[in-house]
Structures are given as C-alpha cells and as structure tokens.
RNA sequence: GCCGAUGUGGCGAAAUGGCAGACGCAACGGACUUAAAAUCCGUUGGGCUUAAACGGCCCGUGCCGGUUCGAGUCCGGCCAUCGGCACCA
C-alpha cells in the first residue's frame, strides 16, 4: 500500500527550498565592514525570545511568536533592509541539572543533545534564522562575557548626582563596598529547600517556587545582590518612549512600585515603659515610618510596627513581653503563604509603649501586627484608621480611637470617617481647611523644619537576588581572601565550572561547587566564590551578542552595537521583540536594568534595548485547557508537519486568531488551510498522467 | 478590592467611522466512485413575503443611553468572562 498521494506536494518543495536557502547562506546579515554589506541599506532586528532548549523538544507555542517575526523578517528583507533575525540557546537551567542529579549525566551533554533536536525543528519548520550569529548561553566563549558584565556591575556604582553608573574609581567615600552596584548582604531570602537553591522575589509566586510549585520560607542568608533599585525611577520614566503593551508597562510600574510620601520620626513616650532607664531613652529615641498621606497625621491614633522589627523588643514593656513573644512566634512559624492567607483577618498585640504623635503631642499607643510587613517602608506605620481600610478595621477590632481628619465633599466630618480619597483637612490645627495636596506639602515643610520628618519615596521593587545553589550556572569571578571578596582580572575570565560527580544541592544552602576542593582553592589564601549565577544572567544581555556573536576581544564590538542598535533616525536598539508575558516583570525588567548599566558606562548606543515589544497569546490545547502532558492534549510540530507541511503549519499558526490573544489549537482548522494552499497550488499546477506534476495549460505566457 | 483586556453566526474569526459575518471549521445538498474514504462544486445569521425559484422586505455585533448623514468601531453608564496585582501604609 503506498502512501497517499499529498494534494500538494510539500514533501518535495520544503527540502528542496531549505536546502537552497542553506546552501546560498540566503538569510545571513552582513556586519559593517563585511564583504556584501551595503551602507545603503537601513537595518531592522526582528528578535524571539530564544528558548530554554528542554527535553521535550519544541512545542507549538514556541514557533507562534516565531513564525510572526519570520514574517515580518522576509517582508522587512523584500523591503530592502538589512534584517538582523536571530536565534539562540538559554541553556542554563535547571531540568539538565536535574537530569544529571538523576542519570549522573553532565548537563552539557543533555543541554547539547537538547539543542540539537530544538535546531532540527526549528530547520524543519523554515524560519529565516541567521544560523551563523546562534548563541549559547552554556558556551564558555559567551559566558566568558556574561562573567565580564558583571566584573563591570561589581566595579560600578549608582552616582546619586548624576543618576548614572559610574566606574567606582569615581566614589569618594570611604568603603566602596557599600556602593556598588553588586554586592554582598545578610538579608533575608527566599529559600527554596526543595530546589536546593534561593530565589529571587519575582520567582516567587503565591508563596511557591514558580519552577516545580514548591514550598518557599524565608530565611537571612549571605547573599550577592544587584542594586537594581537604585535604578527604579529610569526604568519607571524611560517605559514611556516604548511601543510595549500598556498592560506590560503597567505591569512593570506596579511592582516597581514608586509610591511619593514622606518618613516621619515618632518619639518613644518616655514614662510609658514601666522598666524605663536612661539606656532606653538613649538607645530607643525614635521610630521611623513611611506614609503616603502626611496630610492624616493628626489622625494618627495608634501605631503599629512589624512583628520582626527591630525595636520590638526595647519598647516592650515586661508586662506585655509574653504576648508579644506569642506573638512573633506564631506569625514566624506561618509561611509567607499561609500569612497572607490568613490575613483576612486583622491580629496583633498592644506592646504596653507608647509614642508621641509629633503633631498632637498625643500619647498614642504601639502594636505589633502582622498586616504591617517589615519588608516595605521602614517596618512601621502610623495608624489612621478614620482614613485607611486597613487600620480602620484593626481600630474597630481593638476599640482604638478613630478621628477623621480628611472631610469628603458634600459629607459631614462623621460620614468622612473610612474616606480614603482627597477631600478638606479637618480637626488638623496648621493645615484645616487646605486640600490635601496642600496639606501634603505643607505638613511635610513643618514636620522637616521641625526636624520630625523629611519627604521620601518608597519602592516595592527589592535589589534582585542573585546568586544560586546551583552547579549548571555561570560561576562568579569572584575570589575570596580573610572573609572579604574581590573581583578577578578580565584577563582570568572565563571562569569554568569544575567537572564533578555529585551535581546534588547540598541541602545545607552550600553550593554543590563547594565540592570542588580543588576548583576552589584559588591561591594559598584565596578561595572561588561558590554560588552560581541565576538563568536570568545570560538572558540579560543575549539580544547584544547577536549583533556580533564571534568576537573574541569584546562582548559586542562598537561598530556592530552602534549599527544594529543605535539606529538613528529610527528610535534604536531591537526593533521588534515577540515572547510570551511571563517575562513581564523578570527577565524584561532585568535585561533593562544590564542595558542601562552598560549605557551609563559607555558601552552602548541607546538606554533602552527593546523599543518595540509584542506579547504572543497562549495556545491551548483542543480541549481549551493548557497543553500539558496531564490532560494528554499536547500537539507536537513534527507530527503536524509530517501531515501538512511547514507551509500549512505556519500559515494556520497565523490564521488561529490574533497573535496576542489565548486560543486553541484545532487539527481541522489545519486541514482547512491545507486544502486552501492546495486549492492555490492547483491554480497552477496540474497532475499529469504518470503522477508527476506540470504547469496547468490553463497558465500561458502572455506577450508583454 | 484595585488595575488591565475581551464580548460579533453552531465554532475559530474578519471588518481606515461607510454593504457586518471575509477566510476556515462543522452541517446540509451535489459531482466523481460498484461503494466508501479522499478530492472537487454549491448552500449555510434570524425572520417575513413566495406553490417554488428569482426577487423583495424587516431584525441582528453583551445590555442601556449619547455623538454622527452613518457606530461592531467613538463617548458615558451597567453586566459577564478571562488575566495580572493584592494587608505595599
């Protein structure tokens, strides 16, 4: 029985095709001072957000985003550009170190062997990638140079003055250390004892790792950290000339999270401490809390400090300490899940202290309480419950005194009482009667005159946690000598991973490169740095080093970077860039906060790398659910290929719907665009006799 | 709760403010075939008019209102679904 004759014969025109554009290196971009490069030329960078190349090969998700910027790759080339469209490997991760751990496989291997079906299908399907500039992330002639950036992050830091980056030969101070843009801090983490490894805040999601779904706890680690904050206000503002998706930039400028108010200083009431000595009064003068609405402090009944703050246990008085001991250990014992769960409900303890409003002069009693968390502002707040939900519903659950001191329009002072909008400042002495924006400003002048507070602006975003538990990860090119790190030489880069046997997390939070005695031993007195860096590093930078893949003395050389991402008159940097929306708040704001780094120090053409960005839509599976092996709804490229074609696969991965939108997959509609390009075909090729295919009579030459 | 997106046939969907439903699926009818599959051709939003066909008429883009000669499209208010954030002071 032989195979059933194809409607149209794509098994012959896709090898036949591909094998031509392989041969002729048809898709490849020419740099500046190549031979074939025309000046002429305007350039375009068409950019996918390359895979992490898994076992499971491709599936149809990926080559929807691709198949729309091939598409815009080959109209942009047949318009005369020049199109830079590239591809490449994130191949740090971790499912190959998980398949080592398991198998005793070197993740190389795996990573390599992974790579080589993902090219396979994506040849197969015909994108017009320019297979000369692949990258890979795992390559040591590419990580040799994500090492580099971050010796010139270690060497940075972020110059208030000027706003920029700066070489920290600029600092002035007396200790670098504290400014630099990478740096080494105890801080609480998220440790993630299934992974073996920490995480980052935006690899965290409801509580659980979002690799796996498993359980986090926090817990005070040593740590490198990148000062990502101090760059919050430029990747706030400099959103603004981009053609992204307003959902992505919103996205962005929540959890950023700039909110403008003001610190304010509460002194600790001197008599209110039963065991008050003069050491208290000296060592405990103030507590400092952040507000958007200085505007409500005459409002201020009560005040509230997080369960883990610091000064709890020097404003406690010895009658309240037990409670306040139950306490902070029942909140502790929750995890970061079951805490936020459970807060519907308001909770906390009167620490027997009180403080001083500085406005009132009030005594006004402190609490701790769990809905205060000490990981943003100072830890602290001041309670105005007649103007704040939340503190409105802890008042009225522990009989506190509610005042409204903002009057809504057209509401009696007493009907005003829960209104959290602007209004009138009412029962507030200096600033009645002024709308709260005046209010604001006018307040915040007295309380800093009066040395009791200052304005201030407040950021949820945290300095991105860096580094990991993990083996299959760029090493640092970091040494360690008498508990204090330093940077290696440029010229000691790469720094290569130990070849070992054992790739398991220890457990213990030390890293499995640890076990390298070996590898780590640096010198007599020195020893590596251990941890590893997270998969987020190589991705930061990867869009740089397809404008110049093969350099050897730089990491993108100028001409190339200037060329392909410079791009005056046009705004510069990726021109298109299509991925998926999970990357909203990683690696998009990451690789910005590399980009802007490397900007201030000279190094590129533009702040902003992705000037045009469009998200791709999730493909579900027939059923409408998410493909997952689960519900066995997975469609796997190949076998649709085998069936229809890369011609049909493609134009049916475009004809589902709009690019941006969650739809699903259907084998009819398949079909369907199979037999409309067949019905095109047969518009001019008829099958002869004997089976072969000719040119339809019906088509002739016309003299012109 | 806050923010964002979406809402059009039986289904996936299309439509610079200008003939709503292109294209595809499914369904139905037909051609080819001994027959079926495949393939090809045709019909297909709802209703009325007509013996039937042709033709003609009315109603239709979640709901209510507005702007306009004209609204699926623009504006205001609801409703529903999906997604994100969520004690952020």
């Not at 490849?28 to 190549?34: F, K, L, Q, R, S």
């Not at 409801?206 to 706890?217: A, I, L, Q, R, T």
């Not at 009944?301 to 008085?317: F, G, I, N, R, S």
């Amino acid at each position: 029985m032989s195979e059933r004759r194809k409607a149209y014969p794509f098994d012959q025109i896709d090898p036949k095709w591909q094998a031509i554009w392989e041969d002729r290196q048809l898709f490849h971009a020419p740099n500046p001072g190549e031979k074939n490069f025309d000046p002429a030329k305007p350039k375009f960078f068409v950019l996918d957000m390359f895979p992490y190349p898994s076992g499971a090969g491709l599936h149809v998700g990926h080559p929807e985003g691709y198949t729309a910027t091939d598409i815009t790759a080959r109209y942009k080339r047949l318009h005369g550009f020049n199109v830079l469209h590239p591809m490449g490997w994130d191949a740090f991760g971790l499912p190959a170190e998980q398949y080592a751990i398991r198998t005793g496989q070197h993740p190389a291997i795996t990573t390599r062997e992974n790579i080589a079906k993902f090219k396979s299908q994506l040849k197969r399907i015909g994108f017009s990638y320019d297979w000369q500039r692949e990258v890979n992330t795992t390559d040591p002639r590419y990580y040799k140079w994500t090492q580099w950036i971050f010796l010139k992050i270690y060497n940075s830091w972020f110059n208030p003055e000027t706003q920029k980056a700066e070489p920290i030969s600029t600092y002035r101070g007396d200790d670098p250390d504290k400014v630099r843009l990478a740096y080494v801090a105890e801080v609480p983490v998220n440790w993630c004892p299934d992974l073996g490894t920490v995480l980052a805040n935006e690899e965290i999601v409801d509580g659980k790792s979002e690799v796996g779904g498993f359980p986090v706890e926090r817990r005070p680690m040593r740590q490198w950290m990148l000062r990502i904050t101090a760059y919050a206000d430029r990747l706030i503002n400099e959103l603004e000339g981009l053609d992204w998706p307003e959902s992505i930039k919103l996205l962005q400028r929540n959890w950023i999270g700039r909110s403008q108010g003001a610190i304010i200083e509460f002194k600790v009431a001197q008599d209110s401490n039963s065991h008050t000595s003069d050491e208290v009064k000296l060592t405990c003068p103030a507590i400092a809390v952040f507000t958007t609405r200085p505007d409500t402090i005459y409002g201020a009944t009560y005040m509230v400090l997080a369960p883990e703050h610091p000064l709890v246990d020097q404003v406690t008085t010895e009658k309240r300490r037990g409670d306040v001991q139950n306490y902070r250990v029942q909140v502790s014992s929750k995890s970061d899940l079951e805490r936020t769960d459970l807060s519907k409900e308001k909770s906390g303890v009167f620490t027997g202290a009180f403080a001083l409003n500085p406005a009132t002069d009030e005594k006004i009693p402190i609490w701790i309480a769990d809905y205060v968390l000490m990981g943003y502002g100072t830890g602290a707040i001041m309670g105005v419950p007649g103007h704040d939900e939340r503190d409105l519903e802890f008042a009225r659950k522990f009989d506190l005194t509610v005042m409204p001191v903002v009057q809504a329009p057209g509401k009696t002072a007493e009907e005003s009482i829960g209104f959290v909008d602007d209004g009138i400042a009412i029962h507030s002495a200096i600033i009645d009667g002024l709308p709260t924006p005046q209010a604001k400003r006018k307040i915040i002048g007295w309380l800093q005159e009066k040395g009791f507070g200052r304005s201030n602006v407040n950021y949820k975003l945290r300095d991105w946690l860096f580094s990991r538990q993990r083996y299959w990860g760029e090493p640092f090119p970091v040494v360690w000598e008498d508990g204090k790190h330093r940077a290696l030489e440029e010229t000691e880069l790469p720094v290569i991973p130990p070849a070992l046997e054992d790739y398991k997390p220890t457990g213990t939070g030390e890293p499995p490169l640890a076990k390298a005695r070996d590898w780590v031993r640096y010198s007599d007195k020195a020893g590596r740095e251990t941890n590893t860096m997270p998969q987020w590093a190589g991705s930061c930078w990867y869009y740089l080093r397809f404008c110049d893949p093969q350099n050897n003395e730089r990491f993108v050389g100028e001409e190339a970077e200037r060329y392909w991402m410079g791009g005056s008159p046009a705004p510069g940097g990726v021109d298109l860039y299509i991925g998926g929306t999970e990357h909203a708040v990683l690696h998009l704001l990451y690789a910005r906060f590399w980009h802007k780094v490397l900007f201030d120090l000279g190094y590129l053409s533009k702040p902003e790398p992705f000037q045009r960005l469009v998200n791709q839509g999730i493909i579900l599976g027939e059923d409408n659910r998410k493909m997952s092996k689960r519900w066995g709804n997975v469609i796997d490229p190949d076998d649709v290929i085998d069936e229809y074609g890369a011609d049909a696969f493609r134009c049916y991965e475009m004809f589902m719907g709009p690019l941006e939108q969650m739809k699903p997959w259907s084998m009819r509609g398949v079909e369907g665009v199979a037999r409309f390009l067949a019905r095109v075909w047969r518009l001019i090729m008829r099958e002869s006799q004997t089976g072969e295919w000719e040119v339809s009579p019906a088509v002739q030459d016309i003299e012109p």
